[in-house]
């Protein structure tokens, strides 16, 4: 017998229709509805809601075969498809995380081919893979954010099956997943929830109506999020979750949503004897998302830290325009790396008010953060979705992975950066509905026109070739320049594993110097030098060592160190500015 049973507090009668043959529901106080059958291990099935015949896919669908707008089809792993009973886990604080999008890492576009460039990964130095959402959403293809059947697996990707062989091949590689969730809004195609339940709230964020977190019958919509969230770390062995825009999750009850999930993470890794990790993507420079909770906080394992990202690449390419406005100098970089935020109750000019709060770095360590000069986001939501690689020289693209690798913080690459990838990451999409099509086109050449950009440069969602200029091209992997790139990458992080200065994870052990007018700014890191030179022309540093690993060739001097334009350097031993005993900004010698 299987049992079917569905949350739909609002219908007057639900019936199950299991390959096209109807059966009753009898409900239970709570809103439940439950059935008990005899059917084949794959049936179709779904729900019919009062008199309305439309048959409605599953809100718990384990797989989609055809579709989110279709039936759901009941689903188990097949015997024998996990080999992973060995694999122990790992931790994230002070890791180097992949994020990668299934669609567009291989030409395929699928996780089985994904696997096939698992042993690249391995060579790199990674040691998590983080995939961009895999629910199931509408269309062919799409960035996985417009999701509306949260416990599917996009099928084209590969489904449910498909999910497993990748994680499956990770594991026996050594590798992590982690799986992008979005919990904070519903896709605008195939979104059903709504017909069954108060899923959504009178709120709204900037995605549409917010998920109803805090109104009346909260309880089982949080509980479907928590479900889902344990999950993909129960069922599919995921060894932690990346939680999409927490920010825009709106609760007011007095445990938080994210709270409750960090509880129930926790008890779940206890039982299965393996760490697993929640990364919140925040807008808010909040610490109480990574303070643990017997201080007060959520007790979340780490965060993105846009700061760090703005901090680098303003710095680097001299972009100032919008969210970047407060950024760009070598003050500011410095005084991020060595805080962890920039703003921290501090004024925000794009926000026209304060903005964050102080992260206490003598509790909280820096691996509790993320640096990254490069994600999904900060190439996708630029206007022609292009990647600084597109922009900046390779010197400037090895100046910004020396100050992210070789910064305290747990460390985030997105696919290609590591070799200076010349294809774009836009923002594509595949909506079915010809309205919604038309809209969400028409909707991203006006955003961007108002802001100065000509509608006609904005790539067009719905048009298939965005999606495939997307698409990484492998082919220039190894050759030249790219290649030189990707050594120093494996070189970085090679440094990162080896050498226990460069993994001390506490803000309060760096010291930064730097010359703003002359364009250099270094990180000591213990016995380590990370000396890097922004500016458009030769620099002479006041530091000198052993070298251990540089972009272009410095010139080591007994009490200083010349390098080119947009060149780094790594030394080892002590040096003129590396003698004081704690941190200092802008400290010249002499």
């Not at 299987?2 to 096209?20: G, L, N």
């Not at 996990?82 to 669609?103: C, F, K, N, P, Q």
């Not at 576009?109 to 509408?138: C, H, Q, R, W």
Request: proline content about 6%; hydrophobic content about 40%; aromatic content about 10%.
């Amino acid at each position: 017998m299987t049992e079917f049973a569905v949350w739909a507090p609002e219908p007057e009668r639900v019936r199950v229709d299991v390959d096209a043959t109807l059966h009753d529901m009898s409900r239970s106080d709570d809103g439940w509805w439950h059935a008990q059958l005899d059917c084949p291990a794959d049936a179709r099935y779904g729900f019919v809601l009062d008199d309305d015949p439309q048959v409605l896919p599953d809100p718990r669908s384990a797989r989609q075969p055809d579709g989110v707008h279709e039936r759901s089809q009941l689903w188990s792993p097949a015997p024998g498809a996990w080999t992973d009973a060995d694999w122990a886990g790992r931790s994230v604080a002070g890791a180097v995380i992949y994020e990668l999008h299934i669609g567009t890492f291989t030409t395929e576009g699928t996780f089985d081919s994904a696997i096939e460039k698992l042993d690249y990964l391995v060579g790199l130095g990674v040691d998590f893979v983080e995939l961009m959402p895999v629910n199931a959403f509408s269309g062919q293809y799409g960035w996985g954010y417009d999701g509306v059947l949260w416990y599917a697996v996009h099928e084209p990707y590969g489904g449910p099956d498909g999910l497993i062989r990748l994680i499956d091949a990770c594991h026996a590689r050594g590798l992590g997943v982690l799986i992008d969730a979005v919990f904070n809004h519903l896709g605008p195609s195939g979104n059903y929830l709504p017909r069954f339940g108060p899923y959504l709230s009178a709120g709204t964020n900037p995605w549409g109506a917010s998920i109803n977190l805090s109104d009346p019958d909260a309880d089982e919509v949080r509980t479907y999020i928590i479900e889902c969230a344990l999950r993909w770390m129960r069922d599919f062995h995921a060894d932690g979750l990346r939680l999409d825009a927490v920010h825009a999750l709106m609760d007011n009850t007095a445990i938080h949503i994210l709270e409750e999930l960090a509880t129930a993470t926790d008890a779940l890794a206890a039982q299965l004897g393996r760490p697993l990790s929640l990364i919140a993507e925040s807008d808010l420079n909040d610490p109480r998302l990574i303070t643990p909770r017997d201080c007060g906080g959520y007790g979340l394992t780490a965060q993105w830290d846009d700061d760090i990202h703005h901090a680098i690449h303003t710095a680097v390419s001299g972009e100032r325009q919008g969210y970047y406005a407060d950024f760009g100098s070598l003050e500011t970089l410095a005084t991020t790396l060595r805080h962890g935020f920039f703003h921290a109750g501090t004024y925000s000019s794009f926000r026209h008010r304060r903005h964050g709060r102080p992260l206490d770095t003598a509790t909280i360590p820096a691996t509790r953060l993320l640096a990254y000069t490069l994600t999904h986001d900060q190439v996708g939501n630029r206007a022609v979705g292009d990647r600084p690689s597109q922009r900046l020289d390779f010197g400037q693209l090895a100046v910004k992975a020396a100050l992210a690798l070789g910064s305290p913080y747990t460390a985030m690459l997105f696919m290609g950066e590591e070799w200076g990838s010349s294809s774009p990451f836009q923002f594509f999409s595949s909506h079915p509905e010809p309205e919604l099509a038309r809209a969400t086109a028409e909707g991203r050449k006006a955003e961007f026109a108002e802001h100065g950009w000509d509608a006609d440069e904005i790539p067009d969602p719905q048009d298939p070739a965005t999606f495939q200029r997307s698409k990484l091209n492998w082919d220039e992997v190894e050759g030249g320049e790219h290649g030189q790139l990707l050594q120093t990458y494996r070189s970085l992080i090679e440094l990162r594993r080896n050498e226990p200065d460069l993994a001390d994870p506490w803000l309060d052990h760096l010291r930064i110097d730097f010359d703003e007018q002359a364009g250099w700014i270094v990180m000591h890191r213990g016995a380590f030098d990370i000396v890097c030179n922004l500016g458009e022309t030769a620099v002479s540093v006041p530091v000198t060592g052993e070298l251990v690993l540089a972009w272009d060739s410095p010139d080591i001097g007994p009490g200083a160190t010349t390098l080119a334009a947009h060149s780094f350097a790594i030394l080892r031993g002590v040096n003129p500015l590396s003698t004081g005993s704690g941190p200092v900004d802008n400290a010249l010698p002499g």
